[in-house]
Nanobody
Framework: QVQLVESGGGLVQAGDSLRLSCAAS????????MAWFRQAPGKEREFVAA?????YYADSVKGRFTISRDNAKNTVCLQMNSLKPEDTAVYYC????????????????WGQGTQVTVSS
C-alpha cells in the first residue's frame, strides 16, 4: 500500500511560480510511475504531468511546468512557472506501477490534494 502526501500549494498571482512536492511511502518508489493531476471546481480531474524514465506533459502546461523525481528520497515535485488563473485547481499526486497513463482511472494511489489558486 502506497501513501502519498502533497505539499506546497498556495495563493499566488498570475506569472508567479510555485513548487509542489509529493512524499511517497509504503512501496518501492522507483517502480511507480508518478503523476500530477488537477481538478478545478465543476470540472473533471485532468492529467498534468507524469514521470517514469521520461517525462510527459499535458499540452496546457508544456513549457511552463516541470515534473521531477528523486528516487532516493521517494519524492516527486512539480515546478510550476508562469502560472495562469486557469491553473487554479486542487492538485493531486498519483501513482501506478511501471507505466504512466493520462487517465485518472489507471492510477491506484492518490494523495489528499493541495490547493493552488492563481489570481489575475
Amino acid at each position: 500500500q502506497v501513501q502519498l502526501v502533497e505539499s506546497g500549494g498556495g495563493l499566488v498571482q498570475a506569472g508567479d511560480s510555485l513548487r509542489l512536492s509529493c512524499a511517497a511511502s509504503g512501496g518501492i518508489f522507483s517502480r511507480y510511475a508518478m503523476a500530477w493531476f488537477r481538478q478545478a471546481p465543476g470540472k473533471e480531474r485532468e492529467f498534468v504531468a507524469a514521470t517514469i524514465g521520461s517525462t510527459y506533459y499535458a499540452d496546457s502546461v508544456k513549457g511552463r511546468f516541470t515534473i521531477s523525481r528523486d528516487n532516493a528520497k521517494n519524492t516527486v515535485c512539480l515546478q510550476m512557472n508562469s502560472l495562469k488563473p486557469e491553473d487554479t485547481a486542487v492538485y493531486y499526486c498519483a501513482a501506478r506501477l511501471w507505466t504512466y497513463s493520462t487517465s485518472k482511472k489507471d492510477y491506484n494511489y492518490w494523495g489528499q490534494g493541495t490547493q493552488v489558486t492563481v489570481s489575475s
